[in-house]
Structure formats: C-alpha cells, structure tokens
C-alpha cells in the first residue's frame, strides 16, 4: 500500500458530501415557498374581509362566507355575492309602484334555466270584449208567480186542478168552495136588491134602498166574488153555494195543497201558478269583469240539454251588493221562453252557459298562468338581458279563456315567465330574506 493510498479520503463519501448539500438547499427553498405562500394567502384574506366581499353557493343561496371555500351541503365553490353598488342621487327612485314587497330579483345561469324548464311569453296588445263567458241558472220570475188563496173560511168541494204541474188559462176553475160567509152575504144581496125593487116611488126610500143593495154588493166583491159572478146572482135570483176558484194567470201550476174536503181559512195558499212565458236566469261574474257589464246588455243562453240551441234575451238587474265569499256580482237575465207540445223549453232549475255580448276594444294580454295570484296583490316575473327576472306588481283585468288582461304595470313588448314561475317566486323570496338579514 502506497503513502497517497492512507493519507486521502474514499472517493464514496466526496459523492455523499455533495448530495447531502444539494438535498439541503432543496428543503430550504421549500420551506421559502410555503411562507410566501401562506403570506400571500393571508393578505388576499385581509384584503378580502377589509373589502367587504362575501362568497354564497349558487345552488344554496342561504350558505354566506366572508372568504372563498366550498359549500358544507353539496360541496360546491362559494363564488362571489355581487355587491350592492351605491345608486347616484339622480338614479334613488323608488320602486314600490313596479316593485313586490318580499321578493328580490333573481340572476339564474343558462343551464338553470333550462333545468327547471321555463318558458317565457311576449306582452302583447290584442283584441279584448267580443263576449263574457259564465254559467246561469233559470228561475221562474218572480212577476209571473201567482199564489192563489181565499178571502173567507169554507170546505174545499171539489177539486178540478188536481195534480202539480198542470198547464191552466187565465180564469179557469181550479176548485170550488162551499162557505156559510159567502152564502150569507149572497142571500143579502138578493134580499136588498128585491127590496131596491119592490121599494115604492120616493127619493128616501129610493137612496135608502140603493144604499142596502150597494152596501151587500160591496161585501161579496170584499169576500173575493168577482163582478161577473155577483151579476149572474142577480141574474138568476139564486145563491151560488159552491164558489169557484180560478187562476189570475196563464201558467203552470207549481204548488198545490188543496185537498177536497180539507177545510179552509182566510189566507190558506191552495195553489201556485208561475207564469213561465218570461223567465229570469242569474249568473255570477267576476269582480273584475263588473265595469264591462250594463244594464240592457244583450245575452245568450245555451243549456246543457240543448246544446247548439241558443235563447236571446238581456240583462235586466246587476245586485248592489257583491258577494264577499266568493268575490262575484249576481246577475239576473230575462228570456222569452218557447214552448213545445213537452213544455217549456226554459225549465226553471236548468243549467247553461251565459254568453254576454261586450263591446270590443284592445288591452295588453299575458298567458294567465304568467300571473301569481296571492289573493290580495298580483304580480308577475318580467325577464331582463343577462339571466335576470324582476318581480312585478300589476293590475289584471279580464279573463279569457286561458290569457289575462294587463291594466298596469308591464309595457308591451316585455317578456314574462311563464312556466317555472313558481321556482323563481321561491328563489326571489328566499334571496329577498337573506338580502333582508345580510349586513
């Protein structure tokens, strides 16, 4: 062995030497790395909480964090919550007039959109009137219903009228009456007026006589006899002892309690008769259609039994009062009534569909399902540019068929939603609530 072999060292560890330093320097610029980064991440931080930002999920609107991170519920990136910018003096206008109480607007994405499947619509100025449509109800009117009694008390002899429903004249029999009162005052009458006759020559005893027979003609016309009736007494010179009860009009007979042998007293209903040439229908029309509809106003009538056959008639009272249940106005019509060898056509207790003639003019229409009813306001959601929905206030008019007229608060040629609307009102109420509550 040679004296340079003992006095160097192994060639193995000058290599060893150099990869500890190098492995050294590595770790020392790691570490470097690390603290700058965690410093810058500190700053972002304090710039982020000084500058006020606040980070909320796109799909849970109520997840709020003053720095960046991700959503505990479905684990999505908080993204930043748009700042509410100052508005310049000139632009502080208040919005109460087109604004909803309680609701916000709402930015939705493309994909969200046709996630939940909106549709949207057009505010058009179209044709409004032509007619009003609603469902009616025939009665019998009230001008043509007769009901028949007595003046004085008796025994029901006979019965000509004897069933319910039966078609009767003007004037005709319906049963006769046998009274003691009415008899009583017959035989007076006769008795006066054979004493007027008998009586002699003489102006006391003429007026006296005159005066008896007056006095015992004017009883029986109390008791209910007609003129006609009294007269063929005197005619005859004999008492009627069976007084006949006739109807006062043409018609049906709708109520009957006459029974033969039944006693009656004064003011006993015996028969019912409506006189169903004339009939009324009511309707109900919407508190909103009330302006649109006047008295002498023309109508038709298709009843469900009849379909395709129309009755003309006009609207003849509008009620003073509305009913708060159900917020609607109480029409009555009159038709003329046909009849056939079956009867009236118009059936009192039919249905059918009344069809009001309105006079024509424009207004702006939406689809009526654009329109949020709460029952005391009305709104609707108006599409703007870059996925944004405002919540409007508006006045709605009449309905047909499946569209609503517009009065006031959204402008033609604007875009309402549609379909969906029911997922914007719940994430316009909810961001609504949080923007409420946020600081």
Known sequence: MSTDDLAGPPGGVRTMSIVRWILVAITVFVAIGSILSYAAV?????ASASSGQRYHCPMHPSVVADHPGECPICSMTLVPKPQAVPPKPAEMKPRAAAGVAGLADVELTPERIQL????????????????LRTVGVVAASERGLAQINTRFSGWIQKLLVSESGERVRRGQVLATIY?????????????????????????????????????????????????PEIDEILRTGKAIEAIAIRSPVDGYVVGKSAVVGVAVQP??????????SQVWVTADVYEQDISRVKVGQRARLELSSFPGELHTGKVSFISPTLDSGNRTLRLRLEFKN????????????????????????TGLMVPAEAVVDTGEKHYLFVSKDGGRF??????????????????????????VVTTGNFL???????????EGTSP
């Open 116 to 131: 939940i499947g909106m549709r949207t619509a057009p505010v058009r100025r179209e044709a409004v009137g032509g007619e």
């Open 179 to 227: 009274s003691p009162d009415v008899l009583r005052a017959q035989q007076e009458l006769l008795v006066a007026h054979g004493w007027n006759a008998a009586a002699p020559n003489g102006q006391d005893h003429d007026d006296f006589a005159s005066g008896l027979d007056a006095n015992a003609r004017r009883r029986l016309e109390l008791l209910g006899i007609s003129p």
């Open 338 to 361: 046909r009849s056939d060898r079956n009867g009236p056509r118009l059936r009192p207790g039919m249905y059918g569909t009344v069809y009001l003639d309105l006079p024509s003019t």
């Open 267 to 276: 003011g006993t209903v015996l028969f019912e008769v409506a006189d169903l």
């Open 42 to 46: 500190r700053h972002g931080g304090a």
């Open 424 to 434: 914007v009102d719940s994430e316009s109420r909810l961001r609504a609530a949080i």
């Open 390 to 415: 405002e919540p409007r206030a508006v006045k709605v008019g009449a309905h047909f068929k499946d569209k609503v007229e517009i009065v006031s608060g959204v402008a033609e040629g604007e875009t």
